[in-house]
């Protein structure tokens, strides 16, 4: 079992930035994958960033080169640093850690989401 915790949403203005944060109630070094997922209403929950134990990164094509995921060992913590953001990057945003290579219902967990609000 993972508890996810996230911090950081809020209302920015366009081009402004923000910092997301994602704390594991593990160590996460045991969790396969992390990443974070956004879902804006009326439309699919969609992988916006996620990071692998062995450092590989994944982004979508919507925020390569505004967005950086990183993690911090020490903190147990992932972070989603958003630069240059847009109206279009409104969003509830997701934290997700998987356990296994695979996904699987009962090694994946979702923290509870918090609001990013960008206005232009």
């Known amino acids: 079992q993972v508890q996810l915790v996230e911090s950081g949403g809020g209302l920015v203005q366009a081009g402004g930035s923000l910092r997301l944060s994602c704390a594991a109630s593990?160590?996460?070094?045991?969790?396969?994958?992390m990443g974070w997922y956004r879902q804006a209403p009326g439309k699919e929950r969609e992988l916006v960033a996620a990071?692998?134990?062995?450092?590989?990164?994944n982004y979508a094509d919507s925020v390569k080169g505004r967005f950086t995921i990183s993690r911090d060992g020490a903190k147990n913590t992932v972070d989603l640093q958003m630069n240059s953001l847009k109206a279009e990057d409104t969003a509830v945003y997701y934290c997700?850690?998987?356990?296994?290579?695979?996904?699987?219902?009962?090694?994946?967990?979702w923290g509870q989401g918090t609001q990013v609000t960008v206005s232009s």
């Open positions: 997700n850690a998987r356990r296994g290579i695979v996904a699987l219902t009962a090694n994946v967990y």
């Open positions: 593990v160590r996460i070094s045991s969790i396969y994958a």
């Open positions: 990071i692998t134990g062995g450092g590989i990164t």
